[in-house]
């Protein structure tokens, strides 16, 4: 493999996640320029996620990965779920697609709040576009159901919206009293169904919307639905009011004088320094709090207002908006970009480092592996003197040159640590991953475990690549035999690689885990806080071999 070129491991993941038929596949072919995923118009056409190494302009090098739907059906679905999920663990940017004719749906939701507590970085694109500018004929429309509106509803939103008109709140039939008869200059309509929602008022002229919120609109997750909501019919050109309940019984005038100044368009000109004063109203969240307290000084009220058209609107099919969305994929991998090394910013111009690396037979034929080739790398960018060698050659280096570090492979830590001076830095490549991808901390804490293991105890060993097995690999071979050598006890193994990582750790006295190369960042942090969270001790094959070794804080020395 040439040096040069950027594993999948330390490209950023971007996952496209969403419903079925919200157009994330087609919206991936869009990005990508290529078909990389198929595209149909049947529900659930995707069922694995589907992954991808690529450059992309101007996003550089990157693993794109496509999702299933997050509301499929069936025992396969529920799969399909399962396996989208599992992505969220190795995603660094996430892109929520959903279909602009639909409108957020309860799972985008939860896709959000998954995100969020994650702390995933995350876009909002408003898939099919092209069909809300040139929107469908309304349907299940009869007289007085809006004729006039720009989004098709279906029939059972209409007897929903009857319903409501027919239980109206009390809120609702006093403000109905200024707005019905086109009091105020307009016509306006109650229980107007656009889409999926269904609006408490409706100017048709004007395309606004007013929306009557009581406390419940306050808490955190209406919230979370209420700006969702918003910011679908904001994509649909409608203007969104909300007012609050209390604002309708305590203070109805300065409700009314708020409307107005939704209904009444500026002079056109404008009067010299009057267009101020009439946009500051329109826009001012604070104006009907204004009118409220000089109506009721001895009240507080508020209005809470929502951004309005967060998102990116994008047509998967004609290609409109999907540069924009290169375009702020690009700005949040730079506003995320941390600058990392395995052991460049320890090293200084002319450090001798020498490199143990064991050929036998469990080396892959031909080449160095991963770890070895990367720690190589930054030796030379740093402009220090990397010298490789196998063990049988190291005691006769070290009589003529005397290096600031010596890493080795952990496997031949009980030979290394006897060779190389106690004054000399001794550490491995498997530390050395540990620490570049994951938590030292979090690991420390599980290697003082392996002395505490019993007979009968389950340990985890886990490795994040998909090699053929040797007959005397380390993960399911050597580890084994070293630990029940060290600790006198019967321990019973298991063993996962590649992608696997059990949900339910709780059966596990311990985990040791690789170094982590051929996971990114993301997912082997992942892994981690999984066990933090159970409370089960996870430590580096690395760092568990040089605690058997009675050489682990030795081997960490070099963090210091």
Same mark, same amino acid.
């Given at each position: 493999?040439?040096?040069?070129?950027?594993?999948? @491991?330390?490209?950023?993941?971007?996952?496209?996640?969403?419903?079925?038929?919200?157009?994330?596949? @087609?919206?991936?072919?869009?990005?990508?320029?290529?078909?990389?995923?198929?595209?149909?118009?049947?529900?659930?056409?995707?069922?694995?996620?589907?992954?991808?190494?690529?450059?992309?302009?101007?996003?550089?090098?990157?693993?794109?990965?496509?999702?299933?739907?997050?509301?499929?059906?069936?025992?396969?679905?529920?799969?399909?779920?399962?396996?989208?999920?599992?992505?969220?663990?190795?995603?660094?940017?996430?892109?929520?697609?959903?279909?602009?004719?639909?409108?957020?749906?309860?799972?985008?939701?939860?896709?959000?709040?998954?995100?969020?507590?994650?702390?995933?970085?995350?876009?909002?694109?408003?898939?099919?576009?092209?069909? =809300?500018?040139?929107?469908?004929?309304?349907?299940?429309?009869?007289?007085?159901?809006?004729?006039?509106?720009?989004?098709?509803?279906?029939?059972?939103?209409?007897?929903?919206?009857?319903?409501?008109?027919?239980?109206?709140? *009390?809120?609702?039939?006093?403000?109905?009293?200024?707005?019905?008869?086109?009091?105020?200059?307009?016509?306006?309509? *109650?229980?107007?169904?656009?889409?999926?929602?269904?609006?408490?008022?409706?100017?048709?002229?004007?395309?606004?919307? =007013?929306?009557?919120?009581?406390?419940?609109?306050?808490?955190?997750?209406?919230?979370?639905?209420?700006?969702?909501?918003?910011?679908?019919?904001?994509?649909?050109?409608?203007?969104?009011?909300?007012?609050?309940?209390?604002?309708?019984?305590?203070?109805?005038?300065?409700? =009314?004088?708020?409307?107005?100044?939704?209904?009444?368009?500026?002079?056109?000109?404008?009067?010299?320094?009057?267009?101020?004063?009439?946009?500051?109203? *329109?826009?001012?969240?604070?104006?009907?709090?204004?009118?409220?307290?000089?109506?009721?000084?001895?009240?507080?009220?508020?209005?809470?207002?929502?951004?309005?058209?967060?998102?990116?609107?994008?047509?998967?099919?004609?290609?409109?908006?999907?540069?924009?969305?290169?375009?702020?994929?690009?700005?949040?991998?730079?506003?995320?970009?941390?600058?990392?090394?395995?052991?460049?910013?320890?090293?200084?111009?002319?450090?001798?480092?020498?490199?143990?690396?064991?050929?036998?037979?469990?080396?892959?034929?031909?080449?160095?592996?991963?770890?070895?080739?990367?720690?190589?790398?930054?030796?030379?960018?740093?402009?220090?003197?990397?010298?490789?060698?196998?063990?049988?050659?190291?005691?006769?280096?070290?009589?003529?040159?005397?290096?600031?570090?010596?890493?080795?492979?952990?496997?031949?830590?009980?030979?290394?640590?006897?060779?190389?001076?106690?004054?000399?830095?001794?550490?491995?490549?498997?530390?050395?991953?540990?620490?570049?991808?994951?938590?030292?901390?979090?690991?420390?804490?599980?290697?003082?475990?392996?002395?505490?293991?019993?007979?009968?105890?389950?340990?985890?060993? @886990?490795?994040?690549?998909?090699?053929?097995?040797?007959?005397?690999?380390?993960?399911?071979?050597?580890?084994?035999?070293?630990?029940?050598?060290?600790?006198?006890?019967?321990?019973?193994?298991?063993?996962?690689?590649?992608?696997?990582?059990? @949900?339910?750790?709780?059966?596990?006295?311990?985990?040791?885990?690789?170094?982590?190369?051929?996971?990114?960042?993301?997912?082997?942090?992942?892994?981690?806080?999984?066990?933090?969270?159970?409370?089960?001790?996870?430590?580096?094959?690395?760092?568990?071999?040089?605690?058997?070794?009675?050489?682990?804080?030795?081997?960490?020395? =070099?963090?210091?």
């Amino acid at each position: 493999m040439s040096l040069n070129n950027i594993t999948s @491991s330390e490209r950023p993941h971007i996952s496209f996640f969403g419903c079925t038929n919200s157009g994330k596949s @087609s919206l991936v072919n869009a990005v990508t320029n290529q078909s990389l995923s198929v595209v149909s118009d049947v529900k659930g056409t995707t069922t694995d996620a589907v992954q991808k190494s690529m450059e992309i302009l101007p996003l550089g090098p990157v693993v794109i990965i496509d999702t299933a739907g997050v509301n499929d059906e069936g025992k396969l679905g529920e799969l399909r779920i399962e396996a989208t999920k599992r992505i969220l663990d190795k995603t660094d940017i996430a892109v929520l697609v959903v279909d602009s004719t639909v409108g957020v749906q309860k799972d985008d939701k939860e896709l959000i709040k998954e995100f969020e507590e994650r702390k995933i970085p995350y876009l909002v694109v408003w898939n099919k576009c092209d069909l =809300i500018q040139s929107p469908p004929p309304l349907e299940g429309g009869g007289r007085g159901w809006g004729k006039s509106a720009t989004h098709k509803f279906d029939k059972n939103t209409q007897i929903n919206a009857i319903e409501l008109r027919n239980n109206a709140t *009390r809120q609702e039939k006093k403000l109905w009293q200024y707005l019905n008869k086109s009091q105020l200059g307009y016509k306006f309509r *109650r229980q107007q169904p656009i889409g999926n929602y269904i609006s408490d008022f409706f100017c048709p002229a004007l395309k606004l919307i =007013i929306e009557l919120d009581g406390g419940q609109h306050n808490e955190k997750q209406n919230i979370e639905y209420d700006k969702r909501r918003t910011e679908f019919l904001n994509q649909l050109g409608y203007k969104v009011l909300r007012i609050w309940n209390n604002d309708i019984d305590n203070n109805i005038e300065g409700v =009314i004088d708020y409307i107005k100044t939704e209904l009444t368009p500026p002079p056109n000109p404008l009067p010299q320094g009057a267009g101020e004063t009439v946009l500051s109203k *329109r826009t001012d969240p604070n104006f009907l709090t204004q009118k409220v307290e000089e109506n009721n000084p001895t009240r507080k009220s508020e209005i809470f207002t929502l951004p309005q058209g967060e998102g990116i609107q994008v047509s998967a099919k004609t290609g409109e908006g999907v540069n924009e969305l290169k375009e702020a994929l690009g700005h949040i991998l730079n506003e995320n970009k941390k600058e990392k090394f395995i052991i460049k910013d320890r090293l200084r111009q002319g450090d001798i480092v020498i490199l143990v690396i064991p050929i036998d037979e469990s080396a892959p034929k031909g080449r160095i592996i991963l770890p070895q080739q990367n720690v190589l790398r930054e030796c030379l960018d740093a402009h220090a003197t990397a010298i490789c060698t196998q063990v049988e050659e190291l005691e006769q280096i070290l009589k003529t040159i005397t290096p600031r570090f010596v890493i080795t492979d952990s496997q031949a830590f009980n030979k290394v640590k006897t060779i190389v001076h106690e004054n000399i830095i001794l550490t491995s490549f498997s530390i050395l991953m540990a620490n570049y991808k994951g938590s030292l901390q979090i690991l420390l804490s599980g290697a003082e475990t392996i002395s505490e293991l019993k007979d009968g105890d389950k340990v985890l060993i @886990s490795e994040g690549c998909t090699h053929h097995r040797q007959c005397n690999d380390i993960g399911t071979v050597k580890l084994p035999k070293w630990i029940e050598k060290y600790t006198g006890k019967k321990i019973e193994f298991e063993f996962t690689q590649g992608g696997e990582f059990p @949900s339910d750790l709780s059966k596990y006295k311990l985990i040791i885990h690789c170094g982590g190369c051929m996971l990114n960042e993301a997912e082997m942090q992942s892994r981690q806080k999984k066990a933090k969270e159970q409370n089960i001790p996870m430590v580096n094959y690395g760092m568990a071999i040089a605690y058997m070794n009675g050489i682990l804080k030795r081997a960490l020395k =070099i963090f210091e």
